[in-house]
C-alpha cells in the first residue's frame, strides 16, 4: 500500500557537513527557471504544472520564465535549476521501490544544501508524486489526468521555489510551505502559499532590482 496521508514535502540534501548561516537573498522581480527531465514529459502535464507554478508565484509579484538551457540566459537574471527526476506520466506503471512500506515517508522533492546554504538546484520526483496521488488521479477521467499531474508537479516545484528563493532550510506551518502534503492536497482545486510566506516573497521584490545565481552546477 502507498501512503495516502501526509508525505514529506522536501528533503534537503546536505552536500557538505557545515553549517555556515544563509547569506541572504538579493531583492528580484522575476525568476527564470531552468527546466531538466530525465525522460519526456507530456506537453499538457508541462503546461498544467508550468501554468501552476506562475499562478503560485504571482501573488508575491515574482514573474516566472522558462528556458531548457544555461546557454540561453543573461548575467542579470536569477536562475533556478529544476530537474524532473523519474517518470511523469500518469499512465506510466510505478516502479518497484514505490512500494513502501504502510506509513512509509519519502520525498517528493529535494533541494540541495552545500555548507548550510540552500543552493538554486532542486529535483521534483515524479514517481513519489505519483505514488503518493494515485488513488486520487485514477478517479478522474483519463483526459483529465494529464492536467492533474502537472497541477502537483507545480505544487511541489513551488515548494522547492521557496525554500532556494528565500534560502531557506525551515518550513511555513500553513499553505504550500507547510513540510507535508497529500494527495488530495496536490490535487485540490485551489493552494496557495499562507499570507505570511507570501509576504516574505514579495519582499525579495521590494527595489525592483535583480540579482543572479551561477547556473553551472
Sequence with gaps: MYRRSALLLVSLWEAAAGQAPASPPKPISS?????????????????????????????????????????????????????????????????????????????????????????????????????????????????????FLGRALGRVMAHEMYHILLRTRSHGTTGLARPAQSGVDLMADRDAFALSDEHKLSLLNSDGSTGSFAADR
Design 31 to 147: 525568476l527564470t527557471i531552468v527546466l531538466r527531465s530525465d525522460s519526456a514529459v507530456p506537453p499538457p502535464v508541462l503546461n498544467s504544472m508550468e501554468r501552476e507554478v506562475e499562478s503560485l508565484a504571482a501573488p508575491s509579484g515574482i514573474r516566472i520564465t522558462w528556458a531548457l538551457d544555461t546557454d540561453e540566459l543573461q548575467p542579470s537574471q536569477r536562475v533556478a535549476v529544476l530537474t524532473l527526476r523519474g517518470v511523469c506520466r500518469p499512465d506510466a506503471s510505478l516502479p518497484a521501490a514505490m512500494q513502501i512500506a504502510k506509513g512509509g515517508v519519502i520525498p517528493l522533492g529535494q533541494t540541495l544544501v552545500a555548507d548550510g546554504e540552500v543552493l538554486p538546484f532542486a529535483d521534483v520526483r515524479c514517481d513519489p508524486i505519483r505514488a503518493l496521488m494515485c488513488r486520487e488521479l485514477f478517479a478522474r477521467p483519463s483526459n483529465q489526468r494529464e492536467r
